[in-house]
């Protein structure tokens, strides 16, 4: 049981460049993220999807897109890269929401030069 | 509108005093609270959760929280620091109806010698 596992650990990119980050559970949790983490402003929540083939908005969605082909998987891409979106990205899964906690992966460190 | 405020963000205490870490939050609904933990480079783990049962929480590592709905807190308390506890902590409140979790902008803990 492996948790919740993201792909890759670091990137560089260039500005412009294009990248997808991949979130991977194994707890058949319904609901996924996406956060970015950025010094003193805490997890900000970037895309969700309560479900396979389903995805929303959350606080911060601009300049990403999301797709959950399969309930085990969250795909966070980026379509051209821009240096204020050098972050730590955190993926999260959890089972119905109401009174579940989420299980978070170990993180992507991403660098836009 | 829902918001989590962490009071300090940066705490210091010497190994075996107690520790406090203060989240206030507001919400016009009944709220699911939580306190996660990040230590350096790692995801983030829970602590404890509020889910509308006892008010005082017991978590690991000898933390709890009570939720003071007259106050609108849900502080973090641990009678004795250890070294190990340094580290961010996130007090993440969830309003129960709806998707998503609000982030407090965290709280480093230093645990002096």
């Known amino acids: 049981n492996a948790g919740v596992t993201q792909t890759p650990k670091f990137r560089v990119l260039k500005t412009g460049q294009s990248m997808t980050l991949l979130c991977a559970q194994d707890m058949n949790h319904e609901y996924m993220y996406w956060y970015r983490q950025d010094p003193g402003m805490g997890l900000r929540l970037i895309h969700y999807s309560v479900g396979e083939g389903t995805t929303a908005k959350g606080e911060v969605p601009d300049g990403y897109n999301v797709s959950r082909l399969k309930k085990q998987n969250f795909l966070l891409g980026l379509e051209s890269a821009a240096p204020s979106q050098t972050s730590v990205y955190f993926c999260a899964s959890s089972w119905f929401p109401e009174t579940y906690e989420q299980y978070f992966g170990p993180g992507t460190r991403l660098t836009v030069t | ?113």
């Not at chain 2, 205490?13 to 609904?29: H, K």
């Not at chain 2, 306190?35 to 959760?49: C, I, M, R, S």
């Open chain 2, 1 to 113: 509108a829902q918001s989590v405020t962490q009071l300090d963000s940066h705490v210091s205490v010497s190994e075996g005093t107690p520790v406090l870490l203060r989240c206030n939050y507001s919400s016009s609904y009944s709220p699911s609270l939580f306190w996660y933990v990040q230590h350096p480079n790692k995801g983030l783990q829970l602590l404890l959760k509020y889910t509308s049962a006892a008010t005082l929480v017991k978590g690991i590592n000898g933390f709890e929280a009570e939720f003071k709905k007259s106050e609108t807190s849900f502080h973090l308390t641990k009678p004795s620091a250890h070294m190990s506890d340094a580290a961010e902590y996130f007090c993440v409140v969830r309003r129960n109806t709806g998707n998503q979790f609000y982030f407090g902008t965290g709280t480093s803990l230093t645990v002096i010698p």
